[in-house]
């Protein structure tokens, strides 16, 4: 500012410090100029009490100063005083007290004006004070804060917003007490106003120009019409309405077009390029002002792909993936050509481009298998490309061997991929959370995550300014566990803790610390007290005590950061949903979302309370509530004195009250409607409906359980105008709202802002359907299940509900029914339950599995089977009892994703392989085993073996990731070698090494190979090939052939003893119901002058 002041000077040295001032006020710019805070003075210019005049305009300041005016000198202020006064100030009312100055007779050109108070009240931060002055301009002089004490008496307020304003005319000061806070009401003693200013000739106030579209930063295609619409007003001296004249278009500084009428509107063609838009208005008075200016671009738009797939993974590798489904476009009207490059992962997370492969198909080739293989897609207009585009990955896989026989050798090796838990670390700490805190204050915090086991000695927190909150280097730093959240707010004096925040915690024994950024304990006070989060933007950078940024994650305007998380403003916070150090440095794994919703979901909510479920606020007198008992348990509502009150148009005080009697049974509903309701409404049944219930969109409405709230619909204390709106146009006028399944418990917090599309479901208005039954139970004709209570905490232990089983008809003898829980790791419950014969109905228990997981609400479905009868279910609600407030969690994982992968970092697992293990319902035949660490399935089949086996492969890891195949595999009863030689008694020779139809191929070859031992076999049985780098032998080789010892050798020389099966590898590229065709390789190298490959079968010994 400084700076800008300099070059003021420079320009006119003349100017005085009040000209200074004024030049700033008329030439700043509106910050957010759509924001409701801003309000024209009776002299025209524009004030905010958050931004002041605006956003200084450093070349505008410079360009009006060049040839200012000096203002006149100040005249003799203008001074009103009411003394001895004793006026009492009401506590907790919203009317408060008003003063009035009479300054008919002054005629100042007004710049500052003071107000002096004496206020004798124990709580000034209850009291809020406006200024009004003559032309209906207001000055918020004092807001309710945090200050508990007598402040006021004797304190001096000054305001600048009636800068320009004539003083004559009635002033207005008003007092109110807007809380509760303290029960002795305050007083006013004496009350001085003071108006500074001068009595030369008024200025004339300047128009306000604004550009209302394009919008600021919108990039145009080439040759596009660009409508540009201004507003522009003006005011005369003394704040009346003025006349604007002319409004001019400036395109990069050149006036483009004039328009003289209002609405002002030009059409532009402009070339390609950067364009800066000013408008620039000029007035009766022959005042002129100019826009902010709003910079568009004309550009080439890169074309877009949004959809594109290769099918369903696994697959197999004698499979062709081909691109399809392929969705492209371009904002500039052409087609676009694609281009195509496949990749292949050994992990599934990192991929590399395989060389030569860029048809928009991957020809099948059994060297591919045991890879993720996906499809970048590169959309081009012939002028630029688009952003790559990559299909979903696809796991190609070696088709099984899915026949065998009894007493042979058997191997699959599957080529399942899958990543290593948690992907691996690299480093000891992230930025795991991040919050503004409260709107409108400075209650921020922030949330590390440690990796693994680390010393966190003279590490640091910065910002993009520079600012340091430095760790003390000290032992407190030392041993801190992996899996730890800690969490470190502003402890600044004067600065609120946020309310969403747990409980001060400084030991790190149990994964969680707490810390405020002043405790100097854990933080050196010779450095900033805090990092003060720009609303606008910033950057967050965690460095060791080398200097070395670990992690860094920037918002907003910033660019400085690595990474940008978007907009996270005031009242705004950003959390990692990821579940992997490496995905912390991708923006997209960051959600900014407000922490209202989980600032009021961290009040109390008592688990199982009741809540208010459904909402009708329909035509004329259709009004009605639901209210629902998510608990185990009847509520007793008289006993427990539950009542409805309603708040009418912002008030503070009930204006109507309903008790609820009788009894609600567990999952029950309790409905209240009008008892003028009329149409479909009046046809639901209600337990209170001879009641006057009336409410409109703008009511606040309470449940309470004696005088201890237990939900609240709207705000109480707030008039939001007709009704509560939230994202996606959610209303609460003339509408149906429901809850949201997800939404357990009610919002004790009543004077929160509400938004009703956070827990509310919106219908049409008089939409009943759903009045009176929040759950809806499921059955079939044949066994129905019936769960009761249908919904519990994980938490609620071995008997958390009972199930009945009912069959139609009735068995006649004892009939045993199988019972399954499709999740396990939610509840259990028994393997059998017995309907007696004659009877309908058997009961059983339901068990809940408490986990440490943030996994949110789960919805486990139980399945009943009995031969003769047709399957039952019912789906049963298992709440979380490990809080999870809409991602804003500090300490705590942020969803379950995440909350698995910290599990993985606590428990030491995270980043270990992925193992292979057998899926439920998977048997190998005996002999066979699979390998933990391989995925290869190996070993002789038993000679007693015969049938089919469903086997399972499933690879996991410590995220709880799984990827699995699926085969069967047919056994079958085993031939030896003496039975199949026996079968051809016309041999000459039956030995084994012989030879009798000298063809070359001994008969234990034939027989491996399933050929006839008496009859000369053509060259063809065994086929040899050479590439370049290498040699191989394909040969088809018989099912169920026992007693063998069979490997493909090679030799250099051909001499006895140098024969080895070392580096041969072997590919089934048939696996026929009787045999298979077997290729066997070896790789030749360049110094290979001669190389033999053989196939040797004997008997096994």
């Given at each position: 500012?400084?700076?800008?002041?300099?070059?003021?000077?420079?320009?006119?040295?003349?100017?005085?410090?009040?000209?200074?001032?004024?030049?700033?006020?008329?030439?700043?710019?509106?910050?957010?100029?759509?924001?409701?805070?801003?309000?024209?003075?009776?002299?025209?210019?524009?004030?905010?009490?958050?931004?002041?005049?605006?956003?200084?305009?450093?070349?505008?300041?410079?360009?009006?100063?060049?040839?200012?005016?000096?203002?006149?000198?100040?005249?003799?202020?203008?001074?009103?005083?009411?003394?001895?006064?004793?006026?009492?100030?009401?506590?907790?009312?919203?009317?408060?007290?008003?003063?009035?100055?009479?300054?008919?007779?002054?005629?100042?050109?007004?710049?500052?004006?003071?107000?002096?108070?004496?206020?004798?009240?124990?709580?000034?931060?209850?009291?809020?004070?406006?200024?009004?002055?003559?032309?209906?301009?207001?000055?918020?002089?004092?807001?309710?804060?945090?200050?508990?004490?007598?402040?006021?008496?004797?304190?001096?307020?000054?305001?600048?917003?009636?800068?320009?304003?004539?003083?004559?005319?009635?002033?207005?000061?008003?007092?109110?007490?807007?809380?509760?806070?303290?029960?002795?009401?305050?007083?006013?003693?004496?009350?001085?106003?003071?108006?500074?200013?001068?009595?030369?000739?008024?200025?004339?106030?300047?128009?306000?120009?604004?550009?209302?579209?394009?919008?600021?930063?919108?990039?145009?295609?080439?040759?596009?019409?660009?409508?540009?619409?201004?507003?522009?007003?003006?005011?005369?001296?003394?704040?009346?309405?003025?006349?604007?004249?002319?409004?001019?278009?400036?395109?990069?500084?050149?006036?483009?077009?004039?328009?003289?009428?209002?609405?002002?509107?030009?059409?532009?063609?402009?070339?390609?390029?950067?364009?800066?838009?000013?408008?620039?208005?000029?007035?009766s008075e022959g005042a002129i002002a100019s826009s902010s200016a709003v910079n568009i671009s004309l550009a080439n738009s890169p074309p877009l792909i949004t959809?594109?797939?290769?099918?369903?993974?696994?697959?197999?590798?004698?499979?062709?993936?081909?691109?399809?489904?392929?969705?492209?476009?371009?904002?500039?009207?052409?087609?676009?050509?694609?281009?195509?490059?496949?990749?292949?992962?050994?992990?599934?997370?990192?991929?590399?481009?395989?060389?030569?492969?860029?048809?928009?198909?991957?020809?099948?080739?059994?060297?591919?298998?045991?890879?993720?293989?996906?499809?970048?897609?590169?959309?081009?207009?012939?002028?630029?490309?688009?952003?790559?585009?990559?299909?979903?990955?696809?796991?190609?896989?070696?088709?099984?061997?899915?026949?065998?026989?009894?007493?042979?050798?058997?191997?699959?090796?599957?080529?399942?991929?899958?990543?290593?838990?948690?992907?691996?670390?690299?480093?000891?700490?992230?930025?795991?959370?991040?919050?503004?805190?409260?709107?409108?204050?400075?209650?921020?915090?922030?949330?590390?995550?440690?990796?693994?086991?680390?010393?966190?000695?003279?590490?640091?927190?910065?910002?993009?300014?520079?600012?340091?909150?430095?760790?003390?280097?000290?032992?407190?730093?030392?041993?801190?566990?992996?899996?730890?959240?800690?969490?470190?707010?502003?402890?600044?004096?004067?600065?609120?803790?946020?309310?969403?925040?747990?409980?001060?915690?400084?030991?790190?024994?149990?994964?969680?610390?707490?810390?405020?950024?002043?405790?100097?304990?854990?933080?050196?006070?010779?450095?900033?007290?805090?990092?003060?989060?720009?609303?606008?933007?910033?950057?967050?950078?965690?460095?060791?005590?080398?200097?070395?940024?670990?992690?860094?994650?920037?918002?907003?305007?910033?660019?400085?950061?690595?990474?940008?998380?978007?907009?996270?403003?005031?009242?705004?916070?950003?959390?990692?949903?990821?579940?992997?150090?490496?995905?912390?440095?991708?923006?997209?794994?960051?959600?900014?979302?407000?922490?209202?919703?989980?600032?009021?979901?961290?009040?109390?909510?008592?688990?199982?309370?009741?809540?208010?479920?459904?909402?009708?606020?329909?035509?004329?007198?259709?009004?009605?509530?639901?209210?629902?008992?998510?608990?185990?348990?009847?509520?007793?509502?008289?006993?427990?004195?539950?009542?409805?009150?309603?708040?009418?148009?912002?008030?503070?005080?009930?204006?109507?009250?309903?008790?609820?009697?009788?009894?609600?049974?567990?999952?029950?509903?309790?409905?209240?409607?009008?008892?003028?309701?009329?149409?479909?409404?009046?046809?639901?049944?209600?337990?209170?409906?001879?009641?006057?219930?009336?409410?409109?969109?703008?009511?606040?409405?309470?449940?309470?359980?004696?005088?201890?709230?237990?939900?609240?619909?709207?705000?109480?204390?707030?008039?939001?105008?007709?009704?509560?709106?939230?994202?996606?146009?959610?209303?609460?006028?003339?509408?149906?709202?429901?809850?949201?399944?997800?939404?357990?418990?009610?919002?004790?917090?009543?004077?929160?802002?509400?938004?009703?599309?956070?827990?509310?479901?919106?219908?049409?208005?008089?939409?009943?359907?759903?009045?009176?039954?929040?759950?809806?139970?499921?059955?079939?004709?044949?066994?129905?299940?019936?769960?009761?209570?249908?919904?519990?905490?994980?938490?609620?232990?071995?008997?958390?509900?009972?199930?009945?089983?009912?069959?139609?008809?009735?068995?006649?003898?004892?009939?045993?029914?199988?019972?399954?829980?499709?999740?396990?790791?939610?509840?259990?419950?028994?393997?059998?339950?017995?309907?007696?014969?004659?009877?309908?109905?058997?009961?059983?228990?339901?068990?809940?599995?408490?986990?440490?997981?943030?996994?949110?609400?789960?919805?486990?479905?139980?399945?009943?089977?009995?031969?003769?009868?047709?399957?039952?279910?019912?789906?049963?609600?298992?709440?979380?009892?490990?809080?999870?407030?809409?991602?804003?969690?500090?300490?705590?994982?942020?969803?379950?994703?995440?909350?698995?992968?910290?599990?993985?970092?606590?428990?030491?697992?995270?980043?270990?392989?992925?193992?292979?293990?057998?899926?439920?319902?998977?048997?190998?035949?005996?002999?066979?085993?699979?390998?933990?660490?391989?995925?290869?399935?190996?070993?002789?089949?038993?000679?007693?073996?015969?049938?089919?086996?469903?086997?399972?492969?499933?690879?996991?890891?410590?995220?709880?990731?799984?990827?699995?195949?699926?085969?069967?595999?047919?056994?079958?009863?085993?031939?030896?070698?003496?039975?199949?030689?026996?079968?051809?008694?016309?041999?000459?020779?039956?030995?084994?090494?012989?030879?009798?139809?000298?063809?070359?191929?001994?008969?234990?070859?034939?027989?491996?190979?399933?050929?006839?031992?008496?009859?000369?076999?053509?060259?063809?049985?065994?086929?040899?090939?050479?590439?370049?780098?290498?040699?191989?032998?394909?040969?088809?080789?018989?099912?169920?052939?026992?007693?063998?010892?069979?490997?493909?050798?090679?030799?250099?020389?051909?001499?006895?003893?140098?024969?080895?099966?070392?580096?041969?590898?072997?590919?089934?590229?048939?696996?026929?119901?009787?045999?298979?065709?077997?290729?066997?390789?070896?790789?030749?190298?360049?110094?290979?002058?001669?190389?033999?490959?053989?196939?040797?079968?004997?008997?096994?010994?």
């Open positions: 500012m400084s700076g800008i002041v300099a070059d003021l000077l420079q320009s006119k040295p003349t100017l005085g410090w009040r000209d200074v001032q004024e030049i700033f006020i008329r030439s700043a710019k509106k910050v957010n100029p759509t924001d409701a805070g801003w309000s024209n003075n009776g002299a025209g210019f524009h004030f905010h009490h958050d931004y002041g005049a605006g956003l200084v305009d450093a070349a505008a300041a410079i360009t009006l100063a060049s040839t200012w005016t000096n203002l006149p000198a100040t005249a003799a202020p203008s001074v009103s005083s009411q003394t001895g006064l004793s006026v009492a100030i009401p506590n907790n009312n919203a009317t408060g007290i008003t003063r009035t100055f009479d300054l008919s007779s002054s005629n100042l050109r007004v710049e500052q004006v003071t107000v002096a108070v004496a206020i004798n009240h124990n709580s000034s931060g209850d009291l809020a004070i406006t200024l009004t002055s003559p032309t209906g301009m207001v000055s918020k002089l004092s807001e309710g804060h945090t200050d508990p004490n007598n402040h006021f008496n004797g304190w001096t307020f000054m305001s600048t917003r009636h800068w320009g304003e004539r003083s004559a005319g009635t002033w207005t000061l008003k007092i109110v007490d807007n809380t509760n806070g303290n029960a002795i009401a305050g007083s006013l003693s004496e009350a001085v106003l003071t108006v500074y200013g001068t009595s030369g000739t008024p200025v004339n106030p300047l128009p306000v120009v604004q550009i209302l579209s394009p919008a600021d930063g919108t990039v145009y295609s080439p040759s596009a019409t660009v409508n540009v619409s201004v507003n522009a007003t003006d005011t005369v001296i003394g704040g009346g309405p003025g006349t604007v004249t002319q409004v001019e278009l400036l395109d990069n500084g050149i006036v483009v077009a004039t328009d003289t009428t209002s609405p002002y509107a030009f059409t532009l063609t402009p070339a390609l390029g950067a364009h800066a838009l000013v408008a620039r208005a000029t007035d959809a594109g797939t290769i099918g369903t993974s696994p697959a197999f590798d004698d499979t062709v993936l081909t691109v399809s489904g392929v969705v492209s476009s371009d904002p500039d009207g052409t087609v676009p050509t694609i281009s195509y490059q496949w990749q292949s992962s050994s992990d599934g997370v990192a991929f590399t481009d395989a060389s030569g492969l860029v048809a928009s198909n991957l020809p099948a080739d059994p060297a591919r298998s045991g890879l993720v293989w996906r499809c970048k897609l590169t959309p081009s207009d012939g002028i630029a490309s688009g952003a790559e585009f990559f299909t979903n990955g696809v796991n190609l896989l070696d088709r099984p061997i899915t026949t065998a026989a009894a007493g042979t050798a058997y191997s699959y090796q599957s080529g399942l991929v899958l990543r290593s838990g948690g992907g691996g670390v690299s480093r000891d700490a992230i930025i795991h959370e991040f919050s503004q805190g409260l709107s409108g204050g400075s209650s921020e915090w922030i949330e590390i995550l440690v990796l693994r086991n680390a010393n966190l000695r003279y590490w640091d927190l910065e910002d993009t300014a520079g600012n340091l909150l430095v760790f003390q280097d000290t032992a407190v730093w030392e041993n801190i566990p992996a899996g730890t959240r800690i969490v470190i707010y502003n402890g600044s004096a004067g600065i609120p803790k946020d309310s969403l925040l747990p409980a001060d915690d400084t030991d790190p024994s149990d994964r969680r610390m707490v810390l405020s950024s002043t405790n100097a304990t854990y933080f050196d006070a010779t450095y900033d007290p805090w990092l003060p989060l720009g609303n606008s933007g910033d950057g967050i950078f965690l460095v060791d005590a080398d200097g070395l940024v670990v992690h860094e994650v920037g918002y907003g305007n910033d660019t400085s950061a690595a990474i940008n998380v978007g907009a996270v403003s005031s009242g705004k916070a950003a959390y990692y949903s990821g579940d992997s150090d490496a995905g912390a440095d991708v923006a997209t794994n960051w959600t900014a979302t407000t922490s209202l919703t989980a600032r009021s979901l961290r009040d109390t909510r008592a688990a199982g309370d009741l809540f208010i479920s459904e909402y009708v606020e329909g035509t004329l007198s259709n009004k009605a509530l639901e209210i629902y008992n998510p608990s185990a348990s009847a509520v007793d509502l008289t006993a427990a004195a539950y009542k409805v009150e309603i708040y009418y148009n912002g008030a503070t005080i009930a204006g109507s009250t309903f008790n609820l009697t009788g009894t609600l049974a567990a999952g029950g509903t309790f409905v209240l409607k009008s008892n003028s309701s009329t149409g479909v409404i009046a046809s639901v049944a209600a337990q209170l409906s001879n009641l006057n219930i009336n409410f409109n969109g703008d009511d606040a409405i309470l449940l309470k359980k004696g005088t201890t709230i237990v939900d609240s619909f709207g705000q109480v204390g707030n008039d939001p105008g007709t009704a509560w709106t939230g994202t996606g146009g959610i209303t609460t006028l003339d509408k149906t709202l429901r809850r949201k399944p997800s939404i357990l418990q009610g919002d004790t917090v009543s004077s929160n802002a509400f938004d009703p599309s956070i827990e509310w479901d919106m219908f049409a208005v008089d939409t009943v359907s759903g009045l009176g039954s929040h759950t809806v139970a499921s059955s079939s004709p044949s066994i129905s299940v019936a769960i009761s209570p249908s919904s519990f905490a994980e938490n609620a232990g071995v008997s958390a509900a009972t199930g009945t089983i009912t069959v139609t008809p009735a068995p006649t003898s004892n009939l045993t029914v199988t019972l399954t829980s499709l999740d396990a790791t939610e509840l259990t419950v028994p393997a059998t339950v017995t309907v007696l014969a004659n009877q309908t109905t058997a009961n059983f228990t339901v068990a809940a599995v408490d986990d440490a997981l943030t996994d949110g609400t789960q919805s486990v479905v139980i399945t009943a089977t009995a031969s003769g009868y047709t399957q039952g279910s019912a789906a049963v609600s298992v709440t979380d009892n490990e809080v999870s407030l809409v991602g804003v969690t500090p300490g705590a994982a942020n969803t379950p994703a995440n909350a698995a992968w910290i599990a993985s970092l606590e428990a030491g697992t995270a980043g270990s392989p992925a193992l292979f293990r057998l899926g439920t319902g998977s048997t190998l035949p005996s002999g066979l085993t699979l390998n933990a660490a391989s995925g290869l399935i190996s070993g002789t089949i038993g000679a007693s073996v015969s049938g089919n086996f469903n086997v399972v492969i499933e690879r996991y890891n410590s995220a709880s990731e799984v990827v699995s195949q699926t085969f069967t595999l047919n056994v079958t009863g085993a031939t030896g070698y003496a039975g199949w030689v026996g079968g051809y008694n016309t041999l000459s020779d039956p030995a084994a090494t012989a030879d009798p139809d000298r063809d070359g191929l001994a008969n234990v070859i034939e027989y491996f190979l399933g050929l006839n031992p008496g009859v000369v076999d053509s060259s063809g049985t065994l086929i040899g090939s050479k590439t370049a780098t290498t040699l191989s032998l394909t040969y088809r080789r018989k099912n169920g052939t026992t007693g063998l010892n069979s490997v493909v050798e090679w030799s250099d020389t051909l001499a006895s003893g140098s024969w080895s099966a070392a580096g041969v590898s072997e590919e089934i590229l048939e696996n026929n119901a009787g045999d298979q065709l077997v290729k066997a390789t070896i790789t030749l190298s360049p110094t290979d002058l001669k190389k033999f490959l053989r196939l040797r079968v004997g008997l096994a010994q």
